[in-house]
């Protein structure tokens, strides 16, 4: 497994979270999400010979959010 943080811009409530947790999750081969308003991250756990994490990056932005780093 490998883990991932990105700075996520654009975060500002619940729905937020709720928005990407569930985004990233649906793809195959990610084992957790964790995202952090305060912090402006989220981090996931995945496995890279089923997942890229440029496909998790196009999830996130998909929702309307800007990956920082």
Known sequence: ??????????????????SIKKSVNELPGVAQVEVSLSDKTVMVEYDNTKV???????????????IIA
């Open 1 to 18: 497994m490998e883990k991932i943080v990105l700075q996520v811009e654009g975060m500002s409530c619940d729905h937020c979270v709720k």
């Open 52 to 66: 890229k994490v440029e496909q998790i990056k196009s999830v996130i932005e998909e929702q309307g959010y800007e």
